[in-house]
């Protein structure tokens, strides 16, 4: 079974990170890429768990060097997946799962055609702001800033191979299963 790269991008609040968790419940051998933020963490975040948290200067210092396979701008910070997390993964056999915004998925489309890229998209926009709303993690003005940039990022789900409707969870779990079964098994 080859090792692949999986792409999972869609707007902040659908379900990216819930969908990839039950997904990984069910399908052995997917490894998590753990990204680099300047964004401060959340309580209960962990660094080298969650997220690496690094100041904007050792974000740069890293940019500068070329560690990153993809990064972007993002609500005021920057996110960016390091090479080494999936390179080492993908030597030893692994499947990699990035969770990822739409400008760094494009990157990683470009730099590794092969990633198979799944775009999640919500019933209707309104369910981002209930979601987001509901996680209760980030204050009204960052929701505000995230469900502004969520416009443009459903704008671009037709650039990618597979789109899965969070709408019932078991049922788009269900979706992902089958998309990264069939690559992972053709
Ligand atoms: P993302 O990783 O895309 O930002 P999360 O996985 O953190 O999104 O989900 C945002 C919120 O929406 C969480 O509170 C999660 O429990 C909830 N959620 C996820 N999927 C569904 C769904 N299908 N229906 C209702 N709520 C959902
Ligand atoms: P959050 O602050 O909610 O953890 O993440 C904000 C957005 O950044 C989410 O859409 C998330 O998928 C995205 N993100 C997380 N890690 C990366 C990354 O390594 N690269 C890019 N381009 N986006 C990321």
Redesign the pocket.
């Known amino acids: 079974m080859a090792a692949k790269v999986f792409v999972i991008?869609?707007?902040?609040g659908v379900g990216?990170?819930t969908l990839i968790r039950l997904l990984r419940e069910r399908v052995a051998g997917l490894a998590l890429?753990t990204?680099?933020?300047t964004?401060g963490p959340?309580e209960g975040e962990q660094d080298g768990r969650d997220?690496h948290f690094l100041s904007r200067d050792e974000f740069a210092r890293r940019a500068d060097a070329n560690e990153f396979l993809?990064?972007?701008a993002?609500?005021g910070?920057r996110?960016?997946?390091l090479r080494s997390e999936v390179e080492r993964r993908l030597a030893s056999g692994e499947s990699v799962v990035?969770?990822?915004?739409v400008?760094?998925?494009r990157?990683v489309r470009a730099a590794m055609p092969e990633a198979v890229l799944v775009f999640i998209a919500p019933p209707d926009p309104a369910a981002l702001r209930r979601r987001l709303e509901g996680r209760g993690?980030?204050d009204p003005k960052a929701i505000s800033e995230?469900l502004r940039t969520a416009e443009l990022e459903l704008d671009a789900q037709q650039e990618f191979q597979h789109v899965v409707v969070n709408d019932e969870l078991e049922k788009a779990v269900d979706e992902l299963e089958a998309i990264v079964r069939a690559e992972l098994c053709p």
């Open positions: 991008t869609g707007p902040s990216k990170g890429s990204s680099a933020t964004r959340r997220y993809e990064h972007a993002y609500s910070n996110y960016g997946t990035l969770e990822i915004e400008q760094g998925a990157q993690t980030d995230r």
